[in-house]
């Protein structure tokens, strides 16, 4: 069974840290690059990073470059957010993705895990 | 940064009812243009690919078009289980960016 499964989302204080991780089964995980991206309830999606399979290439978006840092274990299918600094604006569901093979669209998702910052 | 403009933002429409979502691209995407469905607490749903590439077990009344800054989902008749939410998404350039959304209800 193809999957991604999101844990780590939690209440946290603004200054503080989480470490999202996420789970992927049921196919060659080092095949494929590796999205983290989150969405405030009720609005829209707002991609965060990504990975490539092998080489780690990474990008970042603006609004959490210096500040999150995405990272992978190939060996244990495995897929890394680690949140630091956290403040308000980064309360949201967040989401890992897999990137299709040939085309850069998102054709798998997981299931997502709320992370709340908040005093 | 790519903006991304969907409307319109909600419609109302019936069963069996034909719908059209736009979404514009500030820049040209060439056709690096998806399009996910999403339902009330669940995450998205991968519809279309590449402007117009049907995702393998997405039903055919959903079909994608248009190039460069323009692009339309079409939804040829509309069925009880596709009253939900759209977005648009550009993978030219990085940030890859999303449309605001499209909520589609009865």
């Known amino acids: 069974q193809v999957y991604l499964v999101e844990s780590g989302g939690g209440l946290v204080k603004p200054g503080g840290s989480l470490r999202l991780s996420c789970a992927a089964s049921?196919?060659?995980?080092?095949?494929?690059?590796m999205s983290w991206l989150r969405q405030v309830p009720g609005k829209g999606l707002e991609w965060l990073s990504f990975?490539?399979?092998?080489?780690?290439?990474?990008y970042y978006a603006d609004s959490v470059r210096g500040r999150f840092t995405i990272s992978r274990d190939n060996s244990k299918n495995s897929l890394y957010l680690q949140m630091d600094s956290l403040r308000a604006e980064d309360t949201a569901v967040y989401y890992c993705?897999?990137?299709?093979?040939?085309?850069?669209?998102?054709?798998?998702w997981g299931q997502g895990t709320l992370v709340t910052v908040s005093s | 940064d790519i903006q991304m403009t969907q409307s319109p933002s909600s419609l109302s429409a019936s069963v069996g009812d034909r719908v059209t979502i736009t979404c514009r691209a500030s820049q040209s995407i060439s056709n690096f243009l998806n399009w996910y469905q999403q339902k009330p607490g669940k995450a998205p749903n991968l519809l279309i690919y590449g402007a117009s590439r049907l995702q393998t077990g997405v039903p055919s009344r959903f079909s994608g078009s248009g190039s460069g800054t323009e692009f339309t989902l079409t939804i040829s008749s509309l069925q009880p289980d596709d009253f939900t939410t759209y977005f648009c998404q550009q993978s030219y350039n990085t940030p890859w960016t999303f449309g605001q959304g499209t909520k589609v209800d009865i």
């Open positions: 990975i490539s399979g092998r080489d780690n290439t990474i």
């Open positions: 993705a897999r990137e299709g093979s040939a085309w850069p669209h998102y054709d798998l």
């Open positions: 049921g196919f060659i995980f080092s095949d494929h690059y």
